[in-house]
T-cell receptor
């Protein structure tokens, strides 16, 4: 079956611009996660959705970052007034139920470059 | 808060040799541990996970890991590596009370012919 997909695969933008990154989870998965992976680092947690609601947004670095999942499936990560420090690979993962023992399945990521 | 330390940023090894990738975590209270592999231009893929029970966990592609509570370690091993095992390997812990994963900084395994 289809895995987690993310679009676009690459995004280049200019400092100060607004960007949206999209994630399509595995069908039937109720839990969805966003992580950010900077060069040479492991993925860092941003936000976790259970269904339509954000169950944990403690990893969002500031109020320029926002994510939605209005119908409990596709999610969009939105970044306002982008900064060069936002350049990273943004990873999306989904899991069946969202429990601590549940396997998270990752998408290929969106590489964001802010010039 | 939980943290994960991967002691080696790079591990070079010849094909068919054994390998061990080291991982230590910060707390021994109710942890769940994971190893993920990231091949070039691909997403993270689960290799194996420890939830409870036997401390020796077997995963895909011939990898295994041993949970050691007293040493707070979860080292990954393979008795004989292949060229195709060249990739980045990440150790992760499931944070108590939440469902997010906390990752180490990764170990790049480079297998030479």
């Amino acid at each position: 079956g289809a895995g987690v997909s993310q679009t676009p695969s690459n995004k280049v933008t200019e400092k100060g611009k607004y960007v949206e990154l999209r994630c399509d989870p595995i069908s039937g998965h109720t839990a969805l996660y966003w992580y950010r992976q900077s060069l040479g680092q492991g993925p860092e947690f941003l936000i976790y959705f259970q269904g339509t609601g954000a169950a944990d947004d403690s990893g969002l670095p500031n109020d320029r970052f926002f994510a939605v999942r209005p119908e409990g499936s596709v999610s969009t990560l939105k970044i306002q007034r982008t900064e060069r420090g936002d350049s990273a690979v943004y990873l999306c993962a989904s899991s069946l139920d969202g429990g601590r023992t549940d396997t998270q399945y990752f998408g290929p990521g969106t590489r964001l470059t802010v010039l | 808060a939980q943290s994960v330390t991967q002691l080696d940023s790079q591990v070079p090894v010849f094909e068919e040799a054994p390998v061990e990738l080291r991982c230590n975590y910060s707390s021994s209270v109710s942890v769940y541990l994971f190893w993920y592999v990231q091949y070039p231009n691909q997403g993270l893929q689960l290799l194996l996970k420890y939830l409870s029970g036997s401390t020796l966990v077997k995963g895909i592609n011939g990898f295994e890991a041993e949970f050691n509570k007293s040493q707070t370690s979860f080292h990954l091993r393979k008795p004989s590596v292949h060229i195709s095992d060249t990739a980045e390997y990440f150790c992760a812990v499931s944070d108590r009370g939440t469902d997010k994963l906390i990752f180490g900084t990764g170990t790049r395994l480079q297998v030479f012919p």
